[in-house]
């Protein structure tokens, strides 16, 4: 990956956070996309540069065209056209069922979590217009997207829509040899799992559920991203790979 840019959204935290600075290691040229927290950004840009990479922050709200692309083209100015994007801003689900859920809240899952898919992939491609192949697009979808749960069809429609997104796009770029691949984790610690952070009861309770007995860490998934945009992933392309500890296996034995 070295001297290669990666633009990384959400990456101020979690699974962002843990993919930038994997990439830093790596060498690369890795370009900080966050939301709101400048200095959880700067944190993770420090990171990046303690790993061995070179680091940028730029805000960009990933449901919002024209931020999406003030980011990109802050980042192309500044380095070229980007070698890898890894889209893991995201929003987990309301908990409320649907005959409960506002509109607004519906649109606001999907808008960040399938739009923004849709908006940081076509920012990355037009950024590279016609520059030789070699590049790899990476979403962060979920187990969600295929093993849904009551209370999270804005999540779970927003990651099954973005199956569809990746393997569409995978054939579509396949030529220019862009390769699209989907990352499923399970339960990963988080913010977005804060609770399980903080309240080790409750986290064991949720990890008896996981075949390896643990839930996993953002590194893991991290190790997970940087060889899917690597070479060694050379004829990976359209794929949705799940990282759960075996969680979603264990769908069928609850009853
Ligand atoms: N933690 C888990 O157990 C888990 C499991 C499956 C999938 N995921 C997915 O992983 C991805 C990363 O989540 P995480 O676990 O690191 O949690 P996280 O909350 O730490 O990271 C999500 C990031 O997205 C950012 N974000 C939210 N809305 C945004 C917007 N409109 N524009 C730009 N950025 C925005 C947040 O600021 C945050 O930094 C998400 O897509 C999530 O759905 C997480």
Not at 11 to 17: N, P, Q, Y
Not at 120 to 125: C, D, E, G
Not at 159 to 180: D, F, W, Y
Request: net charge negative; charged share 20%; proline share 3%.
């Amino acid at each position: 990956m070295a001297e290669r840019t990666v633009i990384v959204t959400g990456a101020e935290s979690g699974i962002g956070a843990a993919c930038a600075e994997a990439f830093g290691a790596t060498g690369a040229r890795v370009a900080i996309l966050f939301y709101q927290d400048q200095a959880a950004a700067d944190a993770t840009a420090a990171a990046v540069t303690r790993a061995g990479g070179t680091a940028m922050t730029v805000q960009a709200h990933v449901d919002d065209e024209a931020s999406v692309d003030r980011a990109f083209g802050a980042v192309e100015a500044a380095w070229g056209p980007a070698a890898v994007l890894v889209n893991s801003a995201g929003l987990n689900m309301s908990g409320v069922t649907v005959r409960d859920m506002t509109l607004a809240q519906w649109r606001r899952l999907l808008d960040t979590d399938l739009t923004g898919a849709f908006l940081t992939s076509r920012r990355f491609l037009t950024g590279r217009g016609t520059a030789p192949g070699d590049a790899a697009i990476l979403h962060i979808s979920s187990i969600h997207a295929y093993a849904v749960r009551a209370g999270g069809a804005d999540y779970c429609a927003a990651k099954g829509g973005l199956s569809n997104l990746v393997e569409t796009l995978a054939i579509e770029e396949a030529p220019r040899g862009i390769r699209v691949n989907a990352i499923e984790p399970g339960m990963i610690l988080t913010p977005m799992n804060a609770r399980a952070e903080r309240d080790d009861a409750y986290r064991r309770t949720l990890e008896q559920n996981i075949p390896l007995g643990r839930a996993g860490q953002p590194a893991e998934v991290a190790d997970l991203a940087v060889f899917l945009a690597s070479d060694r992933a050379r004829y990976i392309t359209g794929a949705r790979i799940v990282i759960d500890g075996g969680l979603s296996l264990m769908q069928a034995l609850g009853a």
